[in-house]
């Protein structure tokens, strides 16, 4: 099975800083790998999709980067509704796989 | 609006039986490939079982945890997805999700329903 890593677990930041996630590939993905969002008591979301697409209505501040192992999730600058858990995925092969997550809090 | 809709999510005692249901609206699930995804509570995301369209055969994959008790289907004529999950353990508690397979990513989710293990 293929295992996502992503660091850090947590990311202590302030309105208006920039966030840098990182997903991490046990083996080469390819571009097969999505972000999602999940905020308290709801379903996660759909951000990015194929690494760096954006989702429909997802605002550009949120982008996405990285091929083969190492994925990258950017907020250029976070939004009060921005602080929640972020998820990668990918679809490389059987059984999809999801990440542990990296919760983004107010400092 | 496109919506899912899981219910059946209960208590049941280990090794009991339940079936989830999933109402889709806004969109025919006969064009999509169908997930179950599901989150122990304050956990992370575990795959469940994926379902794909009537000309791939309906052919579904499981993940390890679940697969040979956990039972995936559909009737796209009643725009619906199910989730049979059989001898079930503590370690199954959690909320379910449905959700749809677009582009070979999950969107949307639903709402979810929680399923509790327990004696």
């Known amino acids: 099975d293929i295992v996502l890593t992503q660091s850090p677990a947590t990311l202590s930041l302030s309105p208006g800083e920039r966030a840098t996630l990182s997903c991490r590939a046990s083996?080469?993905?390819?571009?097969?790998l999505a972000w999602y969002q999940q905020k308290p008591g709801q379903a996660p979301r759909l951000l990015i999709y194929?690494?760096?697409n954006r989702a429909t209505g997802i605002p550009a501040r949120f982008s996405g980067s990285g091929s083969g192992t190492d994925f990258t999730l950017t907020i250029s600058s976070l939004e009060p509704e921005d602080f929640a858990v972020y998820y990668c995925?990918?679809?490389?092969?059987?059984?999809?796989?999801f990440g542990g997550g990296t919760k983004v809090e107010v400092k | 609006e496109v919506q899912l809709v899981e219910s059946g999510g209960a208590l049941v005692q280990p090794g009991g039986s339940l079936r989830l249901s999933c109402a889709a609206s806004?969109?025919?699930?006969?064009?999509?490939?169908m997930d179950w995804v599901r989150q122990a509570p304050g956990k992370g995301l575990e795959w469940v079982g994926q379902?794909?369209?009537?000309?791939?055969?309906?052919?579904?994959y499981y993940g390890p945890s679940v697969r040979g008790r956990f039972t995936i289907s559909r009737d796209d004529s009643k725009n619906s997805l199910y989730l049979q999950v059989n001898s079930v353990k503590p370690e199954d508690t959690a909320v379910y999700y449905c959700?749809?397979?677009?582009?070979?990513?999950?969107?949307?989710w639903g709402l979810g329903t929680l399923v509790t293990v327990s004696s």
């Open positions: 194929d690494a760096s």
């Open positions: 959700i749809r397979n677009a582009r070979a990513w999950f969107d949307p």
């Open positions: 083996q080469d993905i390819n571009n097969y």
């Open positions: 995925q990918h679809r490389a092969n059987w059984p999809l796989t």
């Open positions: 379902i794909k369209t009537r000309p791939e055969g309906y052919t579904i």
């Open positions: 806004g969109f025919s699930i006969s064009d999509y490939y």
